[in-house]
């Protein structure tokens, strides 16, 4: 129940992140959550946090920077579109923490925009399904413009019935839900494609 993108709610009432973001506070925190959950009673979450004491006899360190894993750091530009706002958000901040500059589109619209600006982009990474414009009919468009750009579908959906459905070479996908981990992995290898 704390994986990205994990719920039980209907298709359209949630997106999975709730309590994704709690577990990352608790465990940025230092700290552990459990859940018990009774049938017909509900579910009852614990969370335990270190306790903070300050000594000023005693001069800690800094705290050393987080690690950076070195086989999955990057380098570019890369433009997210997803129309759901939580999952940009987090897949945006999974991205730009493994090195990369991000742009962000909640639409196929607004990506196209951002495409024709002088910054150049790397990787675009898109959803599938979205509304006005959909992620196959914007990767069409761009494709126009930039044969080589590569690309990076996420979808809740199978990949053998996208694949059947869009007619687009060259193309990756992420299946929803997906770890930070396999972001940065699928973002790293669309790329490393590219030469």
């Known amino acids: 129940m704390f994986e990205p993108f994990f719920t039980t709610k ?9 309590l994704s973001t709690v577990y990352g506070i608790v465990k940025q925190s230092g700290g552990f959550i459990f859940a018990d959950s009774q049938v ?3 579910t009852s979450f614990v969370v335990y946090l270190p306790v903070h004491r300050t000594d ?3 001069e800690a360190p800094a705290p050393a920077p987080p690690a950076v894993s070195g086989e999955l750091w990057g380098s570019g530009t890369i433009l997210l579109v997803e129309d759901e706002d939580m999952v940009r958000a987090v897949a945006e901040r999974a991205l730009v923490r493994q090195g990369y500059t991000v742009l962000t589109a909640s639409n196929g619209e607004e990506a196209l925009e951002l ?3 002088d910054e150049p982009v790397d990787l ?3 959803d599938v399904m ?3 414009m959909d992620g196959p009919t914007l990767v069409a468009h761009a494709r126009r413009r930039f044969p ?5 579908f996420m979808s809740g959906y199978a990949e053998e019935t996208l694949r059947r459905s869009i007619d687009l070479d060259h193309v990756a996908f992420l299946p929803k839900p997906f770890s930070v981990r396999q972001l940065a ?3 790293r290898d669309a790329l490393a494609d590219r030469h």
Not at 12 to 18: Q, R, W
Not at 148 to 152: G, M, R, V
Request: net charge negative; aromatic share 0%.
């Open 40 to 42: 017909g009673q509900g």
């Open 148 to 152: 080589d750009l590569p690309i990076l």
């Open 124 to 126: 675009l990474i898109s």
């Open 185 to 187: 992995e699928a973002a």
């Open 56 to 58: 000023p006899a005693a």
């Open 115 to 117: 495409l024709g600006t």
């Open 10 to 18: 209907e298709v359209g009432k949630g997106t999975g992140l709730g």
């Open 130 to 132: 979205m509304p006005t």
